[in-house]
């Protein structure tokens, strides 16, 4: 009777927790949704211009007509809260698009390459990872300047040597292939079959770590404009807006809470995502 139990136990519990996913991913992509629509709609979805001053109602706290209140200059928070979008999401997915690229060069050179080759490249790679990406990104800022272009490319230079350990791992797995080695056989060329055989099938997993690495770039890239490394004011990255609110947190807290607010949920949006897309790999 108990081994009865334990087997409709599991049988029960399995439904579940693949309801569980699919709710998690569900959820994660209405979120997905949300966002895509702040970066496509702005002026649909924001009842004011981002830069529009009404010093007759600075620091007025949120309501029916001001939905986050108004800030120092009387602009309203939550249309640039919904302007901000558009800076702060794209520049965490150029990141990431950086990250990628760069990362899959240099994970596909080593995989296909000699052992020299490879060898050197891990070792660049291990120099590389030993160096904390905050660290190394303003390192790279200082060498080519401030604004959204350059965070973006210091977080993607950053975050490059993880995706480029991923896809060495997977590369050199499936380069082991029987459809590969008869390629190699046949003397089709080392870019050629990287490129239709090899790449499509690590791109899986670069898709789950790029997933989770979007909500990073955003939050990384908000905290570089927090220091005043990304775009100038006014304009409306959420960074900029943490840094213009933080002077005021005592009497007008809403100038930064709620773009705060927004780069939390950007943050758990593409986490959840992330970790679904990877529950869905597993299995």
Request: proline share 6%.
């Amino acid at each position: 009777m108990s081994m009865a139990t334990s087997e409709f136990s599991g049988i029960s519990a399995r439904p579940r927790a693949g309801g569980g996913r699919l709710a998690v991913l569900t959820l994660g992509v209405l979120a997905a949704a949300a966002i895509i629509a702040l970066l496509l709609l702005p002026g649909v979805l924001a009842p004011y211009a981002p830069d529009t001053n009404d010093v007759q109602h600075t620091f007025a706290a949120p309501s029916s007509r001001h939905y986050f209140g108004t800030d120092q200059l009387g602009r309203d928070v939550y249309s640039r809260v919904i302007y901000g979008a558009r800076y702060s999401i794209l520049t965490g997915l150029v990141a990431t698009a950086i990250g990628v690229v760069a990362g899959s060069v240099l994970g596909l050179a080593a995989a296909a390459g000699s052992r020299v080759i490879d060898a050197v490249i891990m070792r660049l790679t291990d120099v590389w990872l030993a160096f904390p990406e905050v660290l190394l990104a303003l390192l790279v800022i200082a060498l080519i300047g401030t604004g959204s272009t350059q965070v973006a490319v210091a977080i993607g230079v950053a975050a490059a040597p993880y995706y480029g350990r991923l896809v060495r791992g997977q590369a050199l797995a499936v380069m082991k292939a029987e459809y590969v080695e008869a390629a190699k056989i046949l003397g089709v060329p080392p870019w050629r079959y990287l490129a239709r055989h090899v790449l499509p099938n690590v791109g899986g997993p670069v898709v789950v770590l790029a997933s989770l690495g979007t909500g990073t770039a955003v939050a990384a890239a908000a905290g570089l404009s927090l220091l005043g490394l990304g775009p100038l004011p006014p304009t409306p990255d959420w960074g900029v807006m943490l840094a213009e609110g933080q002077s005021y947190l005592a009497n007008a807290w809403w100038i930064a809470v709620f773009p705060g607010v927004a780069i939390v949920v950007v943050v758990l949006t593409a986490t959840l995502l992330g970790r679904s897309l990877q529950a869905r790999s597993v299995r």
